[in-house]
């Protein structure tokens, strides 16, 4: 089975180098899904004409805005839409209350979320999740600890997707990776270490068993040095084919 990822986004919370939030469309003959929804997302879902109805499943990696920020607006969207459709929404604990306040906030007393069908299932640490037609493996990560961070591992028909999600080197990366078809990890950072993301130099020295390695969410000092970067990076709009 062909899967196909589009990079929506792949800057950090400030768009450096223009670059929007981050998020990730998966396509698959069985299930189309996003892997984060920053707040930029509905913007490139309509950029890259991909149909928001279409989309099935929303992963969450952790509650920083530039990576599920978009969901007010995704979700406001197909409410205007009428969508009857359910849509999933897999997240840390507590990511509903959040989706609720961030409404009330952008628009305050005009808008509810009645209307659709929103399904929320939260993961913790070190969880497995069996869905119909997707397995999500969990893997606490260093970030910020209120956003409860977390890598993912998504199993795709009998491809494997690993997502590293903001975090500092951890050794979690290891088995978050371990054979994945693509494995995106964040970079942030080129030589300077420091708190909640990974630099080039550190991440140069592992020794990671993945198929394909993709870098995002870097910022501006790691984009001014690309040219001396071995690994391939993300680019918006960038279409990955998993045969």
């Known amino acids: 089975m062909e899967v196909t990822l589009r990079i929506l986004g792949c800057g950090d919370a400030f768009c450096s180098g223009g670059r929007a ?23 490139a879902l309509k950029k890259y004409q ?10 969450i990696s952790h509650m920083h805005g530039d990576h599920f920020g978009g969901l007010v607006f995704f979700l406001l969207e197909e409410k205007k839409n009428k969508r009857k459709k359910p849509i999933c929404i897999v997240c840390p604990v507590g990511m509903d209350e959040k989706v609720k306040q961030a409404v009330e906030l952008y628009y305050p007393g005009s808008s509810t979320l009645s209307e659709l069908d929103i399904r929320y299932v939260f993961f913790g640490s070190h969880q497995t999740l069996n869905l119909e037609k997707l397995r999500i493996e ?30 500092e080197w951890t050794d979690e990366l290891y088995p978050l990776s371990d054979n994945a078809d693509l494995f995106i ?50 680019e918006d709009g960038l279409e990955i084919r998993l045969p």
């Open 50 to 59: 991909i149909p928001t109805q279409e989309i099935d499943m929303i992963i």
């Open 185 to 234: 990890c964040e970079c942030n950072y080129y030589l300077e270490e420091g708190p909640n993301h990974i630099s080039y130099t550190t991440l140069k020295k592992k020794q990671l068993n993945c198929k394909k390695l993709l870098l995002t969410h870097m910022g501006d000092e790691m984009l001014e040095n690309a040219d001396s970067v071995d690994f391939d990076m993300a």
């Open 138 to 167: 969990s893997f606490p990560v260093v970030h910020s600890q209120e956003t409860l961070p977390h890598g993912l591992r998504v199993t795709v028909g009998n491809k494997v997707i690993a997502y590293s999600g903001d975090t």
């Open 21 to 43: 939030n981050t998020s990730f469309y998966v396509s698959s003959p069985e299930i189309n899904f996003l892997i984060d929804c920053g707040a930029t997302t509905l913007l």
